[in-house]
């Protein structure tokens, strides 16, 4: 095994290169900030 590139969001643990860019949440990746703060995802199935 090899370690994750990149870290892993508190939230929905998948490891994304966009965890921490948001100062408020610096443990989220943007698309829980987004279902957090803003309107959420667009679904297509749920």
Do not use: F, I, Q, S
Not at 3 to 21: I, L, M, S, Y
Not at 22 to 30: F, I, P, T, V, W
Request: neutral net charge.
């Amino acid at each position: 095994m090899t370690p994750a590139a990149h870290t892993k969001c508190e939230r929905c643990w998948h490891h994304r290169e966009d965890v921490g860019r948001n100062a408020k949440y610096d443990d989220l990746c943007g698309r829980c900030v987004t279902n957090v703060e803003g309107p959420g995802e667009a679904r297509a199935y749920a």
